[in-house]
């Protein structure tokens, strides 16, 4: 059986990056098809292995604009030839759902979220756009959302990143979804009983994270905030940062590790759809204060490991602080590492690959064969 993988781009490191890793150890030798890759900022473990990119990858600087490509995409997915390939599995926020496969090819699709800004995020999107490209996105939008929905409907079978995202791909694309959710890294340490001194972000630089709403309530509260990570935003939140945030950028997984392990609390802002860095959070010991909404309902235990606060609003976080320093949590680091340790990556690989072949033995049944027999008649 040939199977490929197919990841919408390949640009940075990501929690989609993540998954497809994942994957890639289950099925070694499969081909990852891409809409674009980024040699020097890509993921670092794909370097050697076979990554195949459409056509966009031609145009100059596609790898810096593929995002303002919007209406390219489709076309790019559905010019691949995959007819080689007896199943294939993408990880999809965005179009590569658009590929066409054999009608005996299965397609299983791992879904981090319908596109966002399509969809639930549109007016939020909107709202932070520029005139030109709100412009342009107001007149191609509707045929964007057509296209999306269709292309969902080629998938076999879906499989949602937590039960968040299989309610909007039963809500936007009509379709039913099994939850798996993805596998999370483990900090290898040991946890520390000492409190840290600083509470922690962990995330790419990018509005609907709402890391401005983190540091505003730190600025107003006095509060040491540490900010791990990189993006398009980095200028505005640094203009709007007090002398107690510190910018750490981007740092190696054992850096992070050991500054997860000496943090206070990790603070969740935003509205996520599943959210790994929480999991990354806890498995250190760290409670989480998130914004109770999205993923964070599926991976924090309120009162327990962490604390949710009711708005995306700086008064909300701010409340939320020092409701956590007055009362604490009631797990102990210990229990907050063993909470995380369901989403691991080896029970993801493990569930996943079961579903793979689980689906594969029923797909393969529901398909109708013909033959002839003697008297010339067809039978199935």
Known sequence: ?????????????????KVVYDIHKI??????????????????????????????QKIPFATKIYKNLLTFMPKAWEALD?????????????????IITRPDALHICYCHSPIRYVWDLYHEYMR???????????????????????????????VANSYNIANRIRKFYKREADVIYPGCPINKFDVMDNEGDYYLIVSRFVYYKRIDLAIEACNRLGKKLVIVGKG????????IAGNTIEFKGFCSDDELEQIYLNAKAFLFPGDEDFGITPVEAQSA???????????ALETVLDGKTGMFFSEQSVESLVECIERFEKEGVEYSK???????????EERFSREFQAYVFNKLEEFHKSLKYYKEDNSGILFK
């Open 1 to 17: 059986m040939k199977i490929a993988i197919v990841q919408e781009w390949m640009v940075s490191i990501g929690g989609s990056e």
């Open 27 to 56: 099925f070694p030798d499969a081909p990852i098809y891409t809409l674009v890759y980024d040699k020097k900022n890509g993921p670092s473990w794909v370097k050697d292995l076979d990554i195949r990119t459409t056509k966009v």
């Open 82 to 98: 995959l007819t080689e390939f007896d199943l294939i599995i993408s990880s999809n926020h965005s179009f590569d759902k658009c």
């Open 128 to 158: 932070g756009a520029g005139f030109l490209k709100r412009l342009v996105f107001k007149h191609s939008v509707s045929k964007l959302r057509i296209i999306d929905y269709v292309s969902a409907q080629r998938v076999d079978y879906f």
């Open 232 to 239: 398009g935003e980095e200028k505005k939140l640094k203009k």
């Open 285 to 295: 010991g760290l409670p989480v204060l998130a914004y109770g909404k999205g993923g």
């Open 334 to 344: 210990k229990q907050i590492r063993k909470h995380s340790m369901i989403f691991s």
